[in-house]
């Protein structure tokens, strides 16, 4: 039912801004990003509820990233600045399928999501 497509990905220095965009088809509402390190787990970055109203990111990106979503484009945005090597990895665009409070399982998008994009940083 939902289709989500990130891009935007590419090679940065430490210390620089790279956005993220995520193109999503079919009715979506909270969605996130996640960001998988090579060799780690996948973890959750960023949500944003349905409307955009509300966002929730975790403490480490805090100050540094800010998750938007333009709704009339169908299109979600992770906006990074001051990008660290830590930082590196494959970018996932994910959305929830339902309406649900935003939050209460510590993430959003998790009924669906994109093929990845991947953000390398230099130091």
């Known amino acids: 039912q939902v289709h989500l497509v990130e891009s935007g990905g590419g090679l940065m220095q430490s210390g620089g801004s790279l956005r993220l965009p995520c193109t999503a088809s079919?009715?979506?509402?909270?969605m996130g990003w996640f960001r998988q390190a090579p060799g780690k787990e996948r973890e959750f970055v960023a949500g944003?509820?349905?409307?955009?109203?509300?966002?929730h990111l975790v403490d480490a990106v805090k100050g540094r990233f800010t998750i938007s979503r333009d709704n009339a484009r169908h299109t979600l945005y992770l906006q990074m600045n001051s990008l660290r090597p830590v930082g590196a990895g494959v970018y996932y665009c994910?959305?929830?399928?339902?309406?649900?409070?935003?939050?209460?399982?510590?993430?959003?998008?998790?009924?669906?999501w994109g093929q990845g994009t991947q953000v390398t940083v230099s130091s």
């Open positions: 994910a959305a929830d399928g339902h309406d649900r409070p935003m939050s209460v399982h510590g993430r959003e998008g998790d009924d669906y």
């Open positions: 944003i509820s349905a409307d955009g109203g509300v966002t």
């Open positions: 079919g009715r979506t509402f909270n």
